[in-house]
């Protein structure tokens, strides 16, 4: 794949948010490397893509492998063009009460919420800032801004990725390296499917558009923003809430929207 355009990568982005900023980066004139590990769905969505007039490049990994982290970055950098965007969207979680969810499944969500966008965020970033160019999108969540009973461990993956987020983009702030961090609340993806939730109260429940949550993310990384609390006003709501509530009241509202059951 070579060409002139400038080149965006985006994990996660054989669906959901991660496949519509995909598009909107296509739209807007980047040639694209997409990662997912499902890669029937990954080859749709890079038909799409070029679609859409963008040179499409996949790479089917599963990111939990940190030897798979460095070969997406060693097949995003192969025709020399650096990243204009890194869109660091994979991730996975698991609902239920932790102590009935089975170490492995909690050690999934660690490895690839948090170490492969550690790893992967090392990787691109030294080159960015190394030209003083560039724009990275970190897909944290509004579960991070509250006690995750019955997502344990998701939660906690969502808090490190935007504490992680926010810190990198102090670090970097003299320098003209954006890092965005996304705050999506609940978005109609195969996320609750995923992680065995259709029948929570959040599951069942009404969700934003992941195109319009694409939209806002693609904008505000554009813009610079430090952060976007991403999709409806009823998202923005609950994090401006989250800012004031004492966690145990937070913890306690995050267990009726996510126990097991509560959906019915």
């Known amino acids: 794949m070579t060409g002139t355009r400038p080149l965006a990568l985006v994990t996660g982005a054989s669906s959901g948010i991660g496949l519509e900023f995909a598009v909107h980066c296509a739209a807007h004139g980047y040639d694209l ?29 599963d990111l939990r492998d940190p030897q798979a982290v460095i070969r997406l970055h060693t097949e995003a950098m192969r025709d020399g063009r650096p990243l204009e965007i890194a869109a660091l969207n994979a991730g996975v979680g698991r609902g239920g009460r932790f102590l009935d969810i089975d170490l492995e499944r909690d050690f999934e969500i660690i490895d690839l919420n ?12 030294r080159d960015m800032v190394a030209r003083n160019s560039g724009r990275m ?35 970097l702030a003299d320098t003209d390296v954006v890092v965005t961090s996304l705050m999506p609340g609940p978005t109609d993806t195969d996320f609750f499917r ?4 259709l029948d929570t109260r959040v599951g069942a429940g009404k969700k934003d558009d992941p195109a319009k949550v694409a939209e806002q993310a693609f904008a505000a990384l554009r813009s610079g923003d430090r952060r976007l609390v ?35």
């Open 114 to 125: 948090v170490r492969s966008t550690v790893q992967l965020a090392k990787l691109v970033l």
């Open 137 to 171: 999108l970190i897909t944290s969540s509004i579960a991070s801004t509250m006690p995750g009973t019955y997502q344990a461990t998701y939660n906690a993956s969502k808090s490190f990725l935007q504490s992680f987020a926010e810190a990198l983009s102090e670090e």
């Open 33 to 61: 490397v997409v990662n997912s590990e499902d890669g029937a769905r990954l080859e749709a969505a890079g038909a799409r893509l070029r679609a859409e007039g963008a040179q499409v490049r996949t790479v089917l990994a």
């Open 194 to 197: 995923r992680a065995d939730m």
């Open 230 to 264: 991403g999709g409806s006003l009823k998202t923005r709501f609950s994090e401006a809430a989250n800012k004031v509530l004492p966690d145990q009241i937070k913890a306690k509202v995050h267990s009726k929207m996510a126990e097991p059951g509560s959906g019915s």
